[in-house]
């Protein structure tokens, strides 16, 4: 009887031992496979724009319009996706996610006009939250909330480095089979590689125990969402302010910053090595948050980064010009944006809790997805038709916006 009873203890003891084991795993499958879906739609036409607006009787500006295709298709599907993550395992809906962004791409394979080209960004639009980003975010807070914020951090670190890795795959595939054969190579990646590690790798439930592994502290303890937060006045109303005007200065400054140093008198070079260091400083930030974010809670995070945002900007305004002005605007800037993306993640888990993290991640990503699909129009027309200067003071007085929001929610967070 007493053997009995040890192995049943042990039984016991071993699974949930193996669940917790298990989160590694499934951070590195889904930065894997969220890499590639990043790094295969939303970076596509920063190296095949050309050769898709020949092949399709496109202005090059508007096969770059397919990204805001994208992105508004998927702000809309956004809250209706959350609805169904929250009631259904995350992984066979990134199973579909990525079956749908196969499918979108190999009809963009074949597009030969504008009616192919865009319905194919349609699709990959309706697949955008649920094979990139609000799924794979859920799938972690729902597997193991005690540790999401690491993470999600760490998530968000690899995911960091898309465009590093897939724009100079998509130069060698291009040269070999065209950038027909190259959708359609990306399009089998998804469905006969991501889908299926999905369904493999990501976990279909819970843990059969809790998950608090993620270490003492108040910010650990406000930020697992097993127990409901108390009610903050005016909650989502600033989230969605702070993180969607946020974006909109992180997600447009970054396209034209090339552009911008050059009408500071930069070099073309200079100025593509300074913009260069934007990738690696929110990859150092990213990296630094995982290491020490437990010791801050995320909204005095979201204040601390988002207060960084004006002050960059107004460096570059002030003292652009210098190679140290510029040096300092791109890495305080990058970093910036890279604690903004943890914040986004993590907030609506600290503010709302988890039972209820992916629709309200998928209410706050409507506004955030409009956004990021307005901003690069909204920066390259100001630049174009004022000047640089003005562009940089658009994104101070946004940013400058979102702080306020953040620093509000943050004292009626009580932090």
């Not at 879906?37 to 050309?50: I, K, Q």
């Not at 600033?238 to 009408?263: E, H, K």
Request: net charge positive.
């Amino acid at each position: 009887m007493r053997v009995a009873l040890n192995v049943g203890e042990l039984e016991q003891v071993a699974r949930p031992t193996g669940e917790r084991d298990a989160l590694p795993r499934v951070i590195g499958t889904l930065a894997s496979t969220q890499l590639l879906a990043w790094g295969t739609t939303f970076y596509l036409p920063a190296v095949l724009a050309a050769d898709m607006a020949a092949a399709t009787g496109l202005a090059v500006d508007a096969v770059f319009g397919g990204l805001s295709l994208m992105l508004l298709v998927g702000a809309l599907a956004a809250p209706v996706a959350g609805r169904i993550l929250d009631r259904n395992p995350a992984r066979s809906w990134m199973v579909l996610g990525s079956i749908l962004i196969g499918i979108g791409l190999m009809v963009l394979s074949r597009a030969t006009g504008p009616v192919q080209f865009f319905a194919a960004w349609i699709l990959i639009g309706i697949a955008f939250p649920f094979g990139m980003g609000q799924a794979a975010s859920t799938a972690i807070v729902q597997f193991a909330p005690g540790r999401a914020r690491r993470a999600l951090a760490l998530l968000l670190l690899f995911g960091g480095m898309a465009s590093t890795v897939s724009w100079p795959m998509m130069i060698w595939l291009e040269s070999l089979v065209g950038w027909r054969g190259t959708l359609t190579i990306f399009a089998a990646v998804h469905v006969f590689v991501c889908a299926p590690i999905h369904w493999l790798i990501v976990p279909g439930r819970r843990p059969s125990v809790p998950d608090s592994t993620e270490g003492p502290g108040p910010a650990a303890d406000l930020e697992t969402g097993d127990e409901p937060p108390r009610p903050i006045r005016g909650a989502f109303p600033l989230a969605a302010i702070a993180l969607s005007v946020a974006g909109f200065a992180t997600w447009g400054i970054p396209l034209q910053l090339i552009a911008m140093l050059q009408d500071l008198g930069h070099s073309t070079k200079q100025a593509v090595l300074i913009g260069a260091l934007f990738g690696p400083a929110q990859i150092v930030a990213r990296a630094v948050e995982i290491f020490f974010g437990s010791r801050l809670s995320i909204l005095r995070l979201g204040v601390i980064s988002l207060m960084m945002i004006p002050c960059a900007l107004a460096v570059l305004y002030v003292w652009g010009g210098t190679l140290a002005g510029a040096l300092v605007f791109s890495l305080v800037f990058g970093m910036a944006a890279g604690l903004t993306s943890i914040v986004r993640a993590i907030s609506p888990l600290r503010l709302f809790g988890r039972q209820r993290y992916a629709r309200i991640a998928g209410w706050l990503g409507a506004p955030q997805n409009a956004a990021f699909a307005a901003s690069p129009f909204a920066f390259a027309w100001v630049r174009q038709t004022a000047d640089s200067g003005t562009a940089m003071l658009l994104g101070i007085a946004a940013s400058l916006v979102a702080l306020a929001a953040m620093v509000v929610l943050a004292r009626r967070a009580g932090e």
